[in-house]
Nanobody, 125 residues
Framework: QVQLVESGGGLVQAGGSLRLSCAAS????????MGWFRQAPGKEREFVAA????????DYADSVKGRFTISRDNAKNTVYLQLNSLKPEDTAVYYC??????????????????WGQGTQVTVSA
């Protein structure tokens, strides 16, 4: 069972950038497909980005395409989310999640079995 710990969140002005990290332990990281999700106050959790176990395939929500980039370093057991051109509507708690890599990437949160505790991203206008 893999454990996930996010970091890198913070307060940033609109137009700014952040890089989120998600460190994995307790499992074979390279066998997992990874995803990033976010949840804003009073809203449902939503898909942000996902990456296959080999990084061959990535997927993004339309709202972040061209601004966010997901990547991974299997040697460091870490997945990243680079957030550029941030907008106030990007404010949310960001979570990373893992699922069996043999199943490929998914935009459905319910298909991920392992979750981190989240990291807060706040974008001021």
């Amino acid at each position: 069972q893999v454990q996930l710990v996010e970091s890198g969140g913070g307060l940033v002005q609109a137009g700014g950038s952040l890089r989120l990290s998600c460190a994995a332990s307790g499992g074979t990281f390279s066998t997992y497909a990874m995803g990033w999700f976010r949840q804003a106050p009073g809203k449902e959790r939503e898909f942000v980005a996902a990456i296959s176990r080999s990084a061959f395939r990535t997927d993004y929500a339309d709202s972040v395409k061209g601004r966010f980039t997901i990547s991974r370093d299997n040697a460091k057991n870490t997945v990243y989310l680079q957030l550029n051109s941030l907008k106030p509507e990007d404010t949310a708690v960001y979570y990373c999640a893992a699922r069996d890599g043999r199943l490929g990437v998914s935009t459905s949160g319910s298909s991920y079995g392992n979750w981190g505790q989240g990291t807060q991203v706040t974008v001021s206008a």
